[in-house]
């Protein structure tokens, strides 16, 4: 979509200017395809859970749309330069408008007809397999059909998988039932390997090119997130990823100075503003210290804007924040929702003891807990706390053990993907989080 609203900008400036690039035009093409694509972006139209329908793209195009004109307008005013002819414009949204709709038709009849997908069978009818079929089935756009399940125990029922699609070998050999579907991809998710995996049947189709995939690496891949309570020491061991260089080490520190260093320029008339409210609003300090376990678990005090009345914790004691709590103050609910309270930890940021992205750290109180009863929770700590993270742009806020598996799952994909790309997009997704204040409280 970015190169569609390049070459558009490009084409009708090119035209309706008549004369060869110069820097100004290319300017005003950059300008015109970055707004353009920003407001794309936050207005969700790539996102297929919520515009898969052609109405709903209608509505959250034109309110796109109407953004940009606001923001170019505004940047029109700073900068007169760059202003392009009014008619142009109109033509230029028109033209985009169309293709844009067309586009979008033209791409939901191809995903719903499944054209381009990889043809994949699921060996097994295990709990990771029904994720795997169910995720498949419910994501458009995953580039995946499910042409076969091959059950694991053939004799018993296959519960939450479509009888149309269970596939009981009887006569006919795993790669035989490959050729006859045109199958592209195997994943194996068994519920027990002992005693009934099919090597050499699988060896086989390995052999005559397809792809053999264990059912927790590819929920990784589909997913985002890796499943603590069903991957098993070996995978974590023999997996690819969790690649630490000092360059990369270097790379991340000077990504962490420089941004927490702009955003705090940035943002100081916000934060003060916020600072004077809090304190016109209840009594007690305007930053709030709190202990907080950090890379290598070493223990360190982070800083918040305070956001509940003072000594919160005194009757109660130390306690995941919930619903309508009623300790926060009115002040503190709009910079929770906004998450305007985890501001200060940009200071925490230039000290050296968290990182701009990683693992939302924890108290030790709750961590000392959480170890005990989640595998591989102890792995978080391995890098820096993050002011956000993968878990957080993903999931929503959590409060219980079983959410603290569900972040978890999301914080071993990072550590084991980290780079600076991944980084980039977390940092995105945390705007658009912020913006719409979705996952606080």
């Known amino acids: 979509m970015i190169f569609s609203c390049f070459l558009l900008s490009t084409a009708i400036l090119t035209v309706s200017n008549s004369y060869w690039f110069d820097l100004m035009l290319i300017l005003r093409i950059v300008l015109i395809t970055a707004i353009l694509q920003t407001c794309l972006y936050y207005n969700d139209l790539y996102d297929f859970d919520i515009t898969s329908q052609i109405p709903e793209i209608i509505i959250r195009l034109l309110q796109s749309l109407g953004v940009a004109s606001i923001f170019l307008a505004s940047v029109y005013f700073l900068f007169p330069l760059v202003i392009i002819d009014q ?120 052999t005559d090119g397809i792809d053999v995939i264990s059912g927790s690496a590819f929920y990784e891949m589909l997913t985002g997130k890796v499943l603590v309570r069903e991957i098993e020491p070996s995978w974590l061991i023999f997996s690819k990823g969790f690649h630490k260089s000092l360059f990369k080490a270097a790379m991340k520190r000077m990504q962490d100075i420089i941004l927490a260093s702009l955003l705090l320029i940035l943002l100081s008339p916000l934060l003060l503003i916020v600072a004077i409210l809090i ?100 792995q978080r700590f391995n890098v820096k706390p993050g002011l956000t993270g993968w878990a957080q742009v993903c999931y929503d806020y959590g409060a219980t053990v079983e959410d603290a598996v569900e972040k978890l799952n999301y914080d071993l994909f990072y550590i084991k993907n980290m780079s600076f790309a991944l980084d980039m997009v977390i940092l995105l997704k945390t705007v658009k989080t912020v913006l719409f204040g979705k996952g606080a409280r």
């Not at 519960?159 to 070998?169: G, S």
């Not at 490959?178 to 050499?200: L, M």
């Not at 000594?311 to 619903?323: H, I, Q, S, Y």
């Not at 109180?365 to 009863?373: A, M, N, S």
């Open 87 to 206: 008619e142009i414009y109109i033509l230029s949204v028109c033209f985009l408008i169309f293709f844009i709709i067309f586009w979008r038709i033209g791409y939901l009849h191809i995903l719903n007809k499944g054209m381009f997908n990889h043809r994949i069978i699921i060996l097994g009818s295990s709990k990771l397999a029904k994720d795997i079929y169910k995720k498949i089935t419910r994501t458009i756009d995953c580039g995946y059909t499910v042409c076969a399940v091959i059950p694991d125990e053939p004799d018993k029922e296959t519960d939450r998988l479509p009888e149309n699609l269970v596939v009981k070998q009887k006569d006919k050999t795993l790669g035989e039932i490959s050729k006859i579907y045109g199958i592209n991809k195997i994943i194996v998710a068994f519920k027990e390997k002992r005693g009934r995996f099919p090597t050499q049947e699988l060896i086989n189709c390995r």
């Open 279 to 378: 304190k016109m609003d209840s009594k007690g300090p305007v930053f709030f210290a709190q202990d907080r376990v950090g890379g290598g678990k070493k223990e360190y005090m982070m800083h918040k804007f305070r956001s509940m009345v003072q000594d919160a914790e005194k009757l109660t004691g130390p306690v995941w924040a919930g619903d309508n709590d009623n300790r926060i103050t009115r002040v503190g609910r709009v910079i929770r929702k906004y998450r305007i309270d985890e501001l200060p930890q940009l200071w925490e940021v230039l000290r050296g003891t968290m990182s701009l992205v990683g693992p939302r750290p924890e108290r030790k109180f709750f961590t000392d807990q959480l170890e005990k009863q989640i595998p591989f929770y102890a």
